[in-house]
């Protein structure tokens, strides 16, 4: 009798892909399109990294929690009542069903809804009714997720033993952000895109200011179109605008000099590293203040104690799904979430000082509109490429020397998938 090889198992397919990968290109369509692959992103990247999902400001008060979907499984970030923010799986320890089905609220205890096990904030089981005596509650508790902030930013990890290196993104971050006072913020604005496409579509589309001159009339009122272009590189038409940002730099790095105000770009990038980062503040093109079309600010009371407008933007970028940036007046985030192959969610909040008064001291639709605007374009270029790579006439393309930040977020994913599919 012979047998014959089946056909190949989506792992092996997809470690084939990995092994193939020619750095400083784009992937191969599977990864854009599979969804072998995707199962193997969310446990390769989505159960094991460090994820930005939500601010403190959104659980300002015990009981405040939001709920998060990443791929299939929910977490409840919360306050408890000692007022540690705390992850929780949204899963009840009776028969699974989700304890809490709202997007965002504010609870005594966690009741789920089926059978009215109810939980402290905490995640404790105190209340099971009509059980046996011998019934030990204490081994029930729901099931808690890892929560790390830095400096307002609530990161969550679900695996069980969640990357160490953590403490360098905490450490190298907050005290470029720590002056905004992210703690005494509330959210102003939030909103949730649904993108049509591949989640890391949309992280590479951000990784780049290659496409932000022709594609974003707005942003770049303020954001120097010459992001990620070596200063030997600039081409003829920009020179006029990279003239501006060396000037406003100085003028910039004397203002936080003055402040005690980092401003260091610090790269983290290395692809060994599970929690990579970047951090940098930088100067703004027109009034220099804020996202606004001519640069002043959008928001009249600054953030924590900052005394001047003119701070440009401390700006983050996480991998595997975050970018933020702070201003003197308000920090927009951007969290990227995975809905399914081709399915993404990119949630962007502004934080506001907490006596800032909607009406009187911002309008917004002024605060928003420069990001809302750049959000739906960026949102219909991933469509397009996501088009693109679902063409059976694609194939994988070189990256520009000013897409060197896009090639490193791709060596980092393509790490943590070697890691995952290692025998
Ligand atoms: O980091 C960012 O948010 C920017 C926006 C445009 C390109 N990207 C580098
Ligand atoms: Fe939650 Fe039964 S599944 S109480
Ligand atoms: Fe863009």
């Known amino acids: 009798m012979t047998t014959t090889a089946g056909p190949a198992a989506p792992t092996d397919e997809v470690r084939d892909l990995v092994a193939r990968r020619v750095p400083g290109h784009t992937l191969e369509a599977p990864f854009y399109t599979s969804e072998a692959v995707y199962e193997a992103d969310l446990s390769a990247v989505w159960s094991r990294t460090w994820l930005f999902v939500a601010h403190e400001a959104e659980v300002r008060e015990p009981g405040d929690f939001v709920t998060v979907d990443v791929g299939p499984s929910s977490v409840i970030v919360l306050r408890d009542d000692d007022g540690v923010v705390r992850g929780l799986r949204n899963v009840c320890r009776h028969r699974g069903a989700r304890v809490l089905t709202e997007r965002e609220g504010s609870v005594g205890n966690l009741v789920c809804g089926y059978h009215r096990w109810t939980y402290a904030v905490d995640g404790s089981l105190l209340h099971a009714g009509d059980q046996a005596p011998d019934f030990d509650k204490g081994c029930w508790s729901l099931r808690q997720v890892h929560v790390r902030l830095v400096a307002g930013l609530v990161f969550v990890c679900l695996a069980a033993d969640p990357p160490d290196d953590v403490d360098d993104l ?71 605008a990279h003239e501006r940002y060396l000037a406003a730099e100085a003028a910039l790095e004397r203002t936080c000099d003055e402040r005690g105000l980092p401003y260091a770009e610090v790269e983290a990038l290395e692809a060994e590293r599970r929690t990579a980062f970047r951090v940098q503040r930088e100067a703004l093109d027109g009034a220099g203040e804020s996202y606004t079309t001519d640069g002043s600010l959008a928001v ?80 219909a270029l991933v469509a397009r490429a996501q088009a693109g790579v679902t063409d059976p006439g694609y194939v994988p393309g070189p990256y520009a020397p000013s897409e060197r930040q896009v090639e490193t977020f791709t060596a980092w994913y393509v790490a943590r998938m070697q890691e995952h599919l290692a025998p």
């Open 300 to 379: 009249r009371r600054l953030l924590g104690d900052l005394d001047v407008p003119r701070l440009g933007r401390a700006s983050v970028h996480t991998q595997p799904n975050g970018w933020y940036h702070a201003l003197s007046d308000h920090v927009v985030t951007f969290s990227v979430l995975p809905l399914g192959p081709t399915r993404t969610l990119v949630r962007t909040t502004w934080l506001v000082h907490e006596d800032a008064v909607e009406g009187e001291d911002y309008d917004v639709d002024a605060l928003t509109l420069v990001w809302r605007v750049t959000n739906e374009q960026d949102s």
């Open 170 to 240: 905490v450490a190298t971050v907050s005290p470029y952000l720590l002056p905004h006072a992210l703690h005494r913020t509330k959210v102003a604005a939030q909103v949730d895109l649904v993108e049509e496409a591949n989640w890391k579509l949309v992280m590479e589309n951000n990784r780049e200011c290659y496409h932000c001159e022709g594609s974003h009339p707005e942003l770049t009122c303020t954001f120097f179109p010459t992001w990620g272009i070596a200063p030997d590189r600039v081409p003829p038409r920009l020179r006029v």
